[in-house]
């Protein structure tokens, strides 16, 4: 998925809104990509093009420069994260649910087993206060690192290498699963796709 520049367009989901059922259901997938994500696309060409001086910039340059006001900010992070969100699920049923090659050599070597990561991710994951994000990323030394991020903060100014990212933010998860975000949490193994997850990873940069 190579970043464009203005005009953003709202990526197509790349699968059917009842595919992740029962895990992520077909209701949450209408609102989620169709009004949350495409409302900060819309929302970020709206308040750019006020500026033709950050018009050329792809998406993590634009979030990479120093100071940018709080509606770009905030649109461009959410476009970023919501693209690297929804490139990284898939229908449940395939070994992609699997890190495999150099991917779990890294998960074992940093965090003992892919149990013990997913562990590690869910506790940090139900810590995030309001709203955010929860993030597995490379730093530039090649530590594997999770962290929580902010509303729609992102790791571009860390100059870190996003890998997985989940949407903590009750909209990812409230009309299913109503105040059990733990069960999301649990589900969402079920449908994360680690090759597409690196692949995006990779080209997003
Ligand atoms: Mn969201």
């Known amino acids: 998925m190579p970043y464009h520049t203005y005009p953003y367009e709202l990526p197509p989901l790349p699968f059917d809104y009842d ?3 029962p895990y992520i259901d077909a209701e949450t997938m209408h609102y989620h ?11 970020l060409n709206k308040t750019l093009a006020q500026y033709p001086r950050l018009q050329k910039l792809t998406l993590p340059e634009l979030l990479s420069q120093k100071s940018l006001p709080v509606k770009i900010l905030n649109n461009a992070g959410g476009v970023y994260n919501h693209t690297l969100y929804f490139s990284g699920l898939s229908p449940a049923g395939c070994a992609c649910h699997q890190p495999s090659g150099e991917m779990l050599r ?3 070597e940093t965090f003992e087993s892919f149990e013990n990561f997913k562990e590690i991710f869910m506790s940090l994951a139900k810590d995030v206060f309001g709203s955010g994000w929860t993030v597995l990323f490379l ?7 999770i962290a ?3 509303n729609q903060d992102t790791l571009l100014p860390m100059n870190y290498f996003p890998i997985l990212y989940v949407d903590v933010w009750e909209h990812a998860y409230y009309l299913k699963y109503k105040n059990e975000r733990v069960k999301y949490l649990e ?3 079920n ?4 090759p597409m997850l690196e692949q995006t990873g990779k080209s997003i940069r």
């Not at 449908?191 to 680690?194: A, Q, R």
């Open 148 to 150: 929580n991020l902010k």
């Open 19 to 21: 595919a992740l059922e």
């Open 106 to 108: 890294l998960i074992e």
């Open 191 to 194: 449908v994360l796709d680690f």
């Open 33 to 43: 990509h169709d009004k949350h994500f495409k409302t900060y696309v819309d929302e």
């Open 139 to 145: 730093t530039p030394q090649g530590q594997l690192k």
């Open 187 to 189: 589900n969402i193994w």
